[in-house]
């Protein structure tokens, strides 16, 4: 009979204590808007879940991925113009 081994380190409550560093929050911080867009765009999503659609329902849809798309947008905008080069 073959013994199975664990191929990578076990998990410890000493690895999960590490706290995101200074630049990561900066990162979530910087991403919030597109996380609260996506979270209201879900939220529409799952209104609709148990009914048919109304016309309001489509409204509040189309404004949600509307939201979205505009913090995509200002996301991606905000990463072209930290890159060196681009976007001058």
């Known amino acids: ?12 409550a000493a690895s ?3 706290e995101p560093s200074a630049a ?3 990162a979530i911080e910087q991403e919030m808007p597109l996380i609260r867009a996506e979270a ?4 529409v999503q799952i209104m609709t879940f ?6 309001l329902d489509e409204r509040r849809i189309r404004r949600a991925r509307r939201r979205v798309l505009a913090a995509r947008r200002v ?3 905000q990463a072209t113009a930290q890159v060196p080069g681009v976007g001058a």
């Open 40 to 43: 209201e765009l879900l939220d």
């Open 16 to 18: 999960l204590d590490i």
């Open 50 to 55: 148990d009914r048919p659609a109304s016309e």
């Open 75 to 77: 996301l991606a905008n």
């Open 1 to 12: 009979m073959k013994t199975i081994a664990a191929l990578q380190d076990l998990v410890t």
């Open 24 to 26: 990561e929050l900066d």
